[in-house]
């Protein structure tokens, strides 16, 4: 496989060492990269379209979901810790 000069700059950037050891992965990889960039420029169109969701009503959706959920004890870490006052 040729590549350009540019596409080995995004796979050196990428993907650093293996950009070098892993030859037979360039196709592979500059996929995974015009994946992750068409991934990004779709969500930065969607915010400068309005489309965004406000973390806000996402959390809330969640907390729902979880007041719905059968009641299954917690296991370690899966709390958040309270929040302390630091002392004075």
Do not use: F
């Not at 960039?37 to 779709?42: L, R, Y």
């Not at 379209?49 to 806000?56: K, M, P």
Request: net charge negative.
């Amino acid at each position: 496989m040729t590549i350009t000069d540019r596409e080995w700059e995004l796979l050196k950037r990428h993907y650093g060492d293996l950009a070098y050891e892993e030859p037979h992965n360039h196709a592979r990889y500059l996929a995974a990269i015009r994946a992750e960039q068409k991934n990004v420029a779709e969500g930065l169109g969607e915010l400068d379209r309005g489309e965004s969701v406000d973390v806000d009503d996402v959390v809330e959706k969640a907390l729902a979901i979880l007041d719905r959920a059968p009641d299954v004890p917690p296991e370690a870490g899966d709390e958040l810790p309270e929040t302390t006052k630091p002392a004075n």
